[in-house]
């Protein structure tokens, strides 16, 4: 299926640009786009499907968990200690809200599942979401009625996960110990 959605999709694309239907912003002569649309013809495409949206308020709902969101929610995560991390899902099998737990490690390793392949861009940082274009998401917001987004302040990961879980210390003198002061030198 994917093959078919890429052969359509740039066979339109194709047509568009020899037609004059699409105008494409720069210098780049014809060549450069025909070219282009090969290259992305070589690259195996991921298309995801689902039951069609009566409206576009569904698609918008969809696209917004992506573009905003990220593998889990804050409000998804319950629970961290001894070891394990407790979490919410919603089973896309019964569509119930369910609840589950798993190591530290297995956790990491579910996140690390949802983070692009190095050279593969997230969506979110594309238009008005790339990081320099701020001040415009601001505007647009403006425009929209919606509070400016403010840049939150970096937040060591140390402290962030001492707020939800209790992390190691010695014995005798109460410190935290060092495995966790390396990590996070590893970490930055």
Avoid at 54 to 80: I, P, T
Avoid at 113 to 139: D, E, F, I, T, V
Avoid at 158 to 164: A, E, Q, R, V
Wanted: with cysteine.
């Amino acid at each position: 299926m994917a093959q078919q959605v890429r052969g359509k999709l740039l066979a339109r694309l194709r047509q568009a640009l020899l037609s004059g239907q699409l105008r494409l912003p720069g210098s780049d002569g014809m060549q450069h786009w025909q070219n282009l649309c090969n290259k992305l013809g070589r690259i195996n495409w991921v298309v995801h499907c689902c039951k069609p949206y009566e409206h576009g308020h569904g698609v918008a709902k969809y696209l917004a968990r992506y573009v905003s969101g990220g593998a889990f929610q804050n409000s998804q995560l319950l629970r961290v200690g001894k070891g394990n991390v407790w979490f919410g899902y919603r089973n896309h099998r019964t569509q119930q809200r369910e609840t589950t737990y798993c190591t530290v490690n297995e956790f990491i390793r579910r996140l690390l599942l949802h983070l692009p392949a190095p050279g593969k861009p997230m969506l979110r940082y594309y238009g008005l979401y790339h990081g320099s274009c701020l001040p415009l998401l601001n505007r647009a917001r403006e425009h929209l009625g919606q509070a400016v987004v403010i840049k939150p302040p970096a937040l060591d990961w140390l402290t962030f996960i001492s707020k939800f879980a209790e992390l190691p210390r010695c014995s005798q003198c109460d410190s935290i110990l060092q495995s966790a002061v390396a990590l996070k030198k590893m970490v930055h």
